[in-house]
Nanobody, 129 residues
Framework: QVQLVESGGGLVQAGDSLRLSCAASIHTFTIYAMGWFRQARGKEREFVSAISWNGDTTYYADSVKGRFTISRDNAKNTVDLQMNSLKPEDAAVYYC??????????????????????WGQGTQVAVAS
C-alpha cells in the first residue's frame, strides 16, 4: 500500500517562504517521478511542479516558476517544495502524488492529473496579504 503524507503547510504573510515536504511509504520510491498539485477554494486542482525519479528533470507551472523549487531525497523517500515570495493567490491545499510508473515522464504529461496514481491528503497553505 502506498502512503503519501504532506507536511509543512501553515499561515504566512505575503512575501514569506514555506517548505512543504511529502513523505512516501513506497519500497520502490526511486522509480517514481513525483508531482505537487494545489487546489484553491472554489477552484479546480492544478499542477504546480514535478520531478523525475533521479531529480534531473523538473517542471513548473508558469505561475510559480522562479519562486518555487522542487527537490527530492531518495534516501529518505521525500519530495519537497520550497516556496518563496508567496502571494495570496498561492493559498490552497497542496497535494503530492506519484507519477504512474509505466508512463514516460515528460511534458505535457507531467502536468496532467490523470498521469498520477497515488495522492496524499494534502496540506493547507494560507497567505495573508
Amino acid at each position: 500500500q502506498v502512503q503519501l503524507v504532506e507536511s509543512g503547510g501553515g499561515l504566512v504573510q505575503a512575501g514569506d517562504s514555506l517548505r512543504l515536504s511529502c513523505a512516501a511509504s513506497i519500497h520502490t520510491f526511486t522509480i517514481y517521478a513525483m508531482g505537487w498539485f494545489r487546489q484553491a477554494r472554489g477552484k479546480e486542482r492544478e499542477f504546480v511542479s514535478a520531478i523525475s525519479w533521479n531529480g534531473d528533470t523538473t517542471y513548473y507551472a508558469d505561475s510559480v516558476k522562479g519562486r518555487f523549487t522542487i527537490s527530492r531525497d531518495n534516501a529518505k523517500n521525500t519530495v519537497d517544495l520550497q516556496m518563496n515570495s508567496l502571494k495570496p493567490e498561492d493559498a490552497a491545499v497542496y497535494y503530492c502524488a506519484t507519477y504512474g510508473g509505466t508512463y514516460y515522464f515528460d511534458w505535457p504529461a507531467a502536468g496532467r492529473q490523470s498521469m498520477y496514481d497515488y495522492w496524499g491528503q494534502g496540506t493547507q497553505v494560507a497567505v495573508a496579504s
